[in-house]
């Protein structure tokens, strides 16, 4: 059974930064693609960014592309998402998601992933 667990989400002050982690488990191929997904008050659920598991490849929404970086840790089996000069518009509970599909063009797509985690809240307040 796979499991996704995102942590490190929290209260931040507008300009500040947050890193959130993501750890899966269970997974029964070692090519498949990760996500993060933004779902803010009210609105729908947004992918923010992608990477592969298996080589270089990743992407990034223009809402967060120059602020954010992704990156993972094949050893702990960790997708890190590092999240920099954050206004309060970056408010929302962010979302980890896998796809043994792997990654592609369309991998800020909701409906192309599988397996989800619960979220982690990540507020931007003064």
């Known amino acids: 059974q796979v499991q996704v667990v995102e942590s490190g989400g929290g209260l931040v002050q507008p300009g500040g930064s947050l890193r959130l982690s993501c750890t899966i488990s269970?997974?029964?191929?070692?090519?498949?693609?990760i996500s993060w997904f933004r779902q803010a008050p009210g609105k729908e659920r947004e992918g923010i960014s992608c990477?592969?598991?298996?080589?270089?490849?990743?992407w990034l929404g223009n809402s967060v592309k120059g602020r954010f970086i992704v990156f993972r840790d094949n050893v702990k089996n960790t997708v890190y998402l590092e999240m920099n000069s954050l206004p309060r518009e970056d408010t929302g509970m962010y979302y980890c998601?896998?796809?043994?599909?792997?990654?592609?063009?369309?991998?800020?797509?909701?409906?192309?992933?599988?397996?989800w985690g619960k979220g982690t809240q990540g507020t931007v307040s003064s």
């Open positions: 990477i592969s598991s298996s080589d270089s490849r990743t």
């Open positions: 269970g997974l029964t191929s070692s090519h498949y693609g």
């Open positions: 998601a896998t796809t043994l599909r792997g990654w592609g063009h369309w991998c800020w797509t909701v409906r192309a992933y599988e397996d």
